[in-house]
């Protein structure tokens, strides 16, 4: 199928709406994408994950100067929470709740759509954050720090970018005007297919070379292990994808490669 793309969208507007999009940081501040823009997003997620994976380790790496470790990891992990303002938490949470809790297709989105978190909600981020939290605090308790500035970029970029393809698997599950924010992201062309690609990449290549981890493999085969698994929940439950389902998906694999390099 061609993928349609309006040439009066400059590469620099999709670049800027990805990450006024997934940050709150005051992007907006610099130029105000047209709307087209943001159906975009998608293709420079991992991008972002540059400045958001740069962010969290550079306060683990700071903060380890002052304060102890368990110190430093926790306000590594408030730093990118504040940086995206939980954005992807919040599809986390809203993913656990109605997954949790629904039983069919319009119910789970039903679910997914209301603001109130329940149970299935609160106990699926508690546990995420904690699990987290531990994995985190292991790497940069037992790695030298540039291993573990390098590992949370290269994390954080990889992670979007293997989330990303969702929307190239799956067609979206509701009706453009039911949106949270009435974009619907549109599929991927080869040439932006290549670009998200390589924005994932390249810091997960640079982490590997230079640091001559062992085991590579694994690394790059759970996290889309985990993918495929979650591609065909969200299949089998509701024939789609939200937004709120790609932001879990992105955590959710992201702790997978922690998981696998606390393993090896």
């Not at 790059?220 to 937004?243: A, D, E, N, R, S």
Request: hydrophobic share 50%; net charge neutral.
């Amino acid at each position: 199928m061609k993928i349609a793309i309006d040439s009066n969208i400059k590469w620099t507007d999709r670049i800027l709406a990805a990450f006024i999009f997934f940050t709150r940081l005051p992007f907006w501040r610099i130029h105000q994408p047209p709307k087209a823009a943001y159906e975009t997003v998608v293709e420079h997620w991992p991008l972002v994950g540059w400045l958001t994976g740069a962010m969290m380790g550079g306060a683990l790496i700071g903060c380890k100067q002052f304060f102890p470790i368990t110190v430093s990891v926790l306000i590594a992990m408030i730093v990118r929470i504040l940086a995206t303002g939980a954005l992807h938490e919040d599809g986390l949470t809203d993913f656990f709740d109605g997954f949790g809790g629904g039983t069919g297709k319009l119910r789970i989105l039903e679910i997914m759509k209301d603001s109130k978190i329940g149970t299935y909600g609160v106990l699926g981020i508690i546990f995420y954050e904690l699990l987290f939290f531990f994995m985190l605090l292991n790497i940069a308790g037992s790695r030298d720090d540039l291993y573990t500035f390098l590992f949370i970029i290269a994390a954080d970029s990889f992670s979007k970018m293997i989330a990303g393809q969702i929307i190239q698997m799956l067609p979206y599950a509701r009706p453009v005007e039911q949106a949270k924010n009435q974009v619907i992201y549109r599929k991927f062309s080869i040439k932006t297919g290549l670009s998200l690609f390589a924005q994932g990449a390249i810091p997960m290549i640079i982490f590997l070379y230079y640091i001559h981890f062992s085991g590579w493999e694994l690394l790059l085969f759970v996290p889309c292990f985990v993918m495929y698994f979650l591609y065909l929940l969200l299949y089998k439950k509701i024939g789609g994808y939200t937004g709120d389902c790609c932001g879990a998906l992105f955590l959710l694999v992201e702790l997978s490669l922690y998981i696998t390099e606390n393993i090896l």
